[in-house]
C-alpha cells in the first residue's frame, strides 16, 4: 500500500455565489492508495467483446468515484469501453459504481491513486498495461480548490490546488501518452472549467491551475496531433451535482437568473460531450476548449 502525507486545506470561501462554484473535487486529505491487482482473464476477454461505438477500447477516468467523473465512466462503459475508475478516497463509492457498471454489462475496476502522486500514477498506469495492453482513452476529470481571497491565501492552499489540478494533469498524462504514442493511437481530454467562472473572485490559485491546463491542452494537441492523438478541453458550467446542495433555494435561484438556459447543467450532458470527443466520431477535432454551460458564457 502506498500513502502520502496528508495535505491540509484551509481557507475561506467567496462571498459571491459564483464563485463559490466549481468542478467535482477529490477530497486532499487522509490520501491512501490502493491498487486493484491480477484482473481476470475475462475481463480482457470481454474488453474486446464489448459493444457500442467504443468497443475495444480501454478508459482510464480520474475523480470517477463520484459527480462529473462517475457520469463519464457509467457512459463510456455503457459504449462498450473497460474502464479503470480512478478515486482518492472515496473507496466505497468507487466499489458501488463499478458494481453498478458490471451489472449492466460493463468492465469497470476501482484503482485508488492520488494523481498527485508521480510514482503512483505511473504503478497505475502500468497495471492497466498489463492487464488490457493498451489505454485508448485518458479522461483528466480529478481537481480540487481551496477558496480564499488570495491576499489572505495560504502557500499550503496554493501548492495543494496546484498539486492536484496541475501537477496530477502532468503525472498521469506523462505516464499515459507515450504508451499512446507507440501505438498510435489516443484520445485525452481535460476537464476543466466555464470560462466565466475563471475570473472569480476567491479563486485565484484555481483559476490559475484551470487556465494552466488549457494552455497544455493546446500544446500537446500540436505535439502529437500526426501521431494519431487528439486533446481537448471540456469545460462544464455549473453542474447539478451534491455540490449545489449546500445552497439555499434564494442562492439557487440567483445563479439560475445568470444562465440563459434557465436550468443547472447534468453530469450526463457533460458524459455524452465527452463521449463524442474520444469516438471516432471526433477524429479530426484537436485543441479545442468546449463550453457546456447553458450560455452563461455569454453572459
Known sequence: ML????T???????NAVMSTLTADATPTVNRTLHFRRNFSTSTRMAAVAGHGTLRGKVALVSGASHGIGRAIA??????????????????????NLCTRMRAEGGVAYPVGSDVADAAAC???????????????ILVNNAGVRSDAPFHTMHRHQWDAV???????????????????????????????????????????????????????????????????????????????????????????????SRIPLGRFGHAEEVANLVRFLVSDNAAYI?????????GLSLT
Open 162 to 256: 496546484m498539486r492536484t489540478n496541475l501537477d496530477g494533469i502532468y503525472n498521469l498524462t506523462r505516464a499515459t501518452i507515450n504508451p499512446m504514442r507507440q501505438r498510435g493511437y489516443g484520445r485525452i481530454v481535460f476537464i476543466t472549467e466555464s470560462s466565466l467562472r475563471l475570473g472569480a473572485a476567491a479563486h485565484a490559485n484555481l483559476s490559475a491551475s484551470k487556465m494552466a491546463i488549457a494552455g497544455l491542452a493546446r500544446g500537446l494537441a500540436e505535439e502529437n496531433a500526426r501521431l494519431g492523438i487528439t486533446v481537448n478541453c471540456v469545460c462544464p458550467g455549473v453542474i447539478e451535482t451534491r455540490r449545489l446542495e449546500r445552497f439555499t433555494p434564494e442562492e439557487r435561484d440567483q445563479i439560475l
Open 286 to 294: 484537436t485543441g479545442q476548449e468546449f463550453r457546456i454551460d447553458g
Open 3 to 6: 500513502t502520502e502525507h496528508q
Open 122 to 136: 505511473n504503478q497505475m498506469v502500468e497495471e492497466a498495461l498489463a492487464e488490457f495492453g493498451r489505454i485508448d
Open 8 to 14: 491540509k486545506r484551509g481557507g475561506e470561501t467567496s
Open 74 to 95: 457509467i457512459d463510456l462503459a455503457r459504449e462498450g469501453a473497460s474502464v479503470v475508475v480512478n478515486y482518492c478516497t472515496s473507496h466505497m463509492e468507487a466499489e
